[in-house]
C-alpha cells in the first residue's frame, strides 16, 4: 500500500511566479511548496543571448519548450530543440545560448529546493560561443558571483 504523502496539494499561479515581461521569465522555490525541486522558466528572443556559464551543486534538467539552443555542458556541445532534454549535471560547468530563428523558451528543473548558483561569467567568451562552444569548456575559474534565492 502506498504511502500518504505529507504535503496538500497545491497551485501557483502564472500571475505568482512568473515575470511576462524579464528573460528570467519565473523562478518558483520547490521550498515553498515544500519539494525537493526549484522551475526556472528563461525565454528570449535574441539569437546568442542566453543563461552565462556557471554551475550548481546539484543536478540541472533542461526542457526546451519552443526554439534551439546550443548548450555547454563541461567540454560538451548539444545542440537541442523544441521537446528536447538536456542534463547538466551537479558541479559541471554549463550554460546556453538561443540558436534562433526565433524565440527560445525553457523550464529549467533545478533538483534541489532552493536556487544556488556558481557564474563564471568571466571565462565566457559569448561572442565566439555560437561558432565553437566546445572552446569556451574545461577551464578553472573561480565563481565570481554566488546567488542563493532565500
Partial sequence: ???RSKIE?????AGEWQNPEQRLRGLLEGKSLKTNI???RY????VGEGPTLHVHPYDEIFTITEGRARFTVGDRTIDAEAG???LGPANIPHGYQNLGPGRLDTL???LSPEWIQFD??????RSS???LADSNAGFAAEPCEQRVQE
Avoid: C
Avoid at 563564471?120 to 567568451?125: I, K, P, S, Y
Fill in 38 to 40: 526549484t522551475l526556472i
Fill in 9 to 13: 496539494p497545491a497551485i501557483v499561479t
Fill in 84 to 86: 528536447d532534454v538536456v
Fill in 1 to 3: 500500500m502506498p504511502i
Fill in 120 to 125: 563564471l561569467a568571466r571565462g565566457w567568451n
Fill in 129 to 131: 560561443l555560437l561558432l
Fill in 108 to 110: 529549467d528543473v533545478h
Fill in 43 to 46: 525565454v528570449t528572443d535574441v
